[in-house]
T-cell receptor, first 113, second 116 residues
Framework: NAGVTQTPKFQVLKTGQSMTLQCAQDMNHEYMSWYRQDPGMGLRLIHYSVGAGITDQGEVPNGYNVSRSTTEDFPLRLLSAAPSQTSVYFC????????????FGPGTRLTVL | AQTVTQSQPEMSVQEAETVTLSCTYDTSESDYYLFWYKQPPSRQMILVIRQEAYKQQNATENRFSVNFQKAAKSFSLKISDSQLGDAAMYFCAYRRRQGGSEKLVFGKGTKLTVNP
């Protein structure tokens, strides 16, 4: 099993550009989520999904879109990148909800100039 | 608002010694879950230990154990016989239930240095 994979590992964008961070898991997990990690802030939840076709907002959803068309994939879209979105992004999955162990991807370091 | 507080931004410990990382949380729920995650320099987040609030017994995983004080809303992590590989950021997390959804709320982390 590959676990949770994220692409790309690093990305540099210019303000106003859009892009999609990819996340995939091969563990048949229902629950998937996106976090951003900023220095001194811990991890903050952006969006999450409890199954295919179902998504909801976390603490810091503004500027991000998600969709969940399959169980395996949960892409995160930045519509118009801003310097405030410079961060490390983590995707995570678990069998069912937040009560279970979250399996994290390796992260994507995004810089917006 | 339900929050998780880690009051120690940095801690250090000598190899083979014991260290305790603090975590307090705020909740009005009676049934919830608490976690400690480790993030080494590789950046990979790994579960260290999990505690279910309805269980009075403190969770233990090898050299890692917790002191769960439900009334005080405290959830500290004890690392015994510290090893160089324990050096990492440690995050305390709380499973918050909101309506029908479950979300994880993380503390800001404690950076642990292990001195040889």
């Amino acid at each position: 099993n590959a676990g949770v994979t994220q692409t790309p590992k690093f990305q540099v964008l210019k303000t106003g550009q859009s892009m999609t961070l990819q996340c995939a898991q091969d563990m048949n997990h229902e629950y998937m989520s996106w976090y951003r990690q900023d220095p001194g802030m811990g991890l903050r939840l952006i969006h999450y999904s409890v199954g295919a076709g179902i998504t909801d907002q976390g603490e810091v959803p503004n500027g991000y879109n998600v969709s969940r068309s399959t169980t395996e994939d949960f892409p995160l879209r930045l519509l118009s990148a801003a310097p405030s979105q410079t961060s490390v992004y983590f995707c995570a999955s678990s069998y069912s909800g937040g009560r279970n162990t979250q399996y994290f991807g390796p992260g994507t370091r995004l810089t917006v100039l | 608002a339900q929050t998780v507080t880690q009051s120690q931004p940095e801690m250090s410990v000598q190899e083979a010694e014991t260290v305790t990382l603090s975590c307090t949380y705020d909740t009005s729920e009676s049934d919830y879950y608490l976690f400690w995650y480790k993030q080494p320099p590789s950046r990979q987040m790994i579960l260290v230990i999990r505690q279910e609030a309805y269980k009075q017994q403190n969770a233990t995983e090898n050299r890692f154990s917790v002191n769960f004080q439900k009334a005080a809303k405290s959830f500290s992590l004890k690392i015994s016989d510290s090893q160089l590989g324990d050096a990492a950021m440690y995050f305390c997390a709380y499973r918050r239930r909101q309506g029908g959804s479950e979300k994880l709320v993380f503390g800001k982390g404690t950076k642990l240095t292990v001195n040889p």
